[in-house]
T-cell receptor
Framework: GAGVSQSPSNKVTEKGKDVELRCDPI?????LYWYRQSLGQGLEFLIY????????KSGLPSDRFSAERTGGSVSTLTIQRTQQEDSAVYLC?????????????FGPGTRLTVL | AQKVTQAQTEISVVEKEDVTLDCVYE???????LFWYKQPPSGELVFLIR??????QNEISGRYSWNFQKSTSSFNFTITASQVVDSAVYFC?????????????FGTGTRLKVLA
């Protein structure tokens, strides 16, 4: 079956503009995660969604970042008033269920460049 | 607090050498899972293994083996007879189930370069 897909694969934007990044998880996966990977760095947790429960937003770096997941499937990560330090690869992952017991399946990422 | 340390930033080996990637974790939870992921140059992370805190048995899968020791809070990964295709960044991750946070904490990764 299809894996996790993300779009766009690359996004170049100007400082101050808003961007939306999309994630399509694997069908049937109830948990969805967003991470940020800066150049040469590890994965920084941003947010996760589990079914209809309130998302854990504790990793979002500022109030310019927000995310939603519609219908328990597709998720959108929005960054408002982008800054140069937002430049990174944004990775989405899904897993069969939450609970931390199952492996995550990662998408190819969206490379965001803020000029 | 939960933390994962991968002290080796980059390792270079010659093909056919054995190499061990270190992972040390910190957690106050008694129930947790440990993972290893591989990120090849293409960029997409690939799951390699999952281990729960109650199972300290070492595991071997082909050329890969994992050594889990709770006494030293380590979950090391060994590649035997390394190949050029093993070149990638390898991440160790921890998930605390008991705390109910369900977050995965990743280490900063170890870049492995296998030279022909």
């Amino acid at each position: 079956g299809a894996g996790v897909s993300q779009s766009p694969s690359n996004k170049v934007t100007e400082k101050g503009k808003d961007v939306e990044l999309r994630c399509d998880p694997i069908s049937g996966h109830t948990a969805l995660y967003w991470y940020r990977q800066s150049l040469g760095q590890g994965l920084e947790f941003l947010i996760y969604f589990q079914g209809n429960s309130a998302p854990d937003k504790s990793g979002l770096p500022s109030d310019r970042f927000s995310a939603e997941r519609t219908g328990g499937s597709v998720s959108t990560l929005t960054i408002q008033r982008t800054q140069q330090e937002d430049s990174a690869v944004y990775l989405c992952a899904s897993s069969l269920w939450l609970a931390g017991e199952t492996e995550q399946f990662f998408g190819p990422g969206t490379r965001l460049t803020v000029l | 607090a939960q933390k994962v340390t991968q002290a080796q930033t980059e390792i270079s080996v010659v093909e056919k050498e054995d190499v061990t990637l270190d992972c040390v974790y910190e957690t106050r939870d008694t129930t947790y899972y440990l993972f290893w992921y591989k990120q090849p140059p293409s960029g997409e992370l690939v799951f390699l293994i999952r281990r729960n805190s109650f199972d300290e048995q070492n595991e071997i899968s082909g050329r890969y083996s994992w050594n889990f020791q709770k006494s030293t809070s380590s979950f090391n990964f060994t590649i035997t007879a390394s190949q050029v295709v093993d070149s990638a960044v390898y991440f160790c991750a921890l998930s605390e189930v008991g705390s109910g946070t369900y977050k995965y904490i990743f280490g900063t990764g170890t870049r492995l370069k296998v030279l022909a």
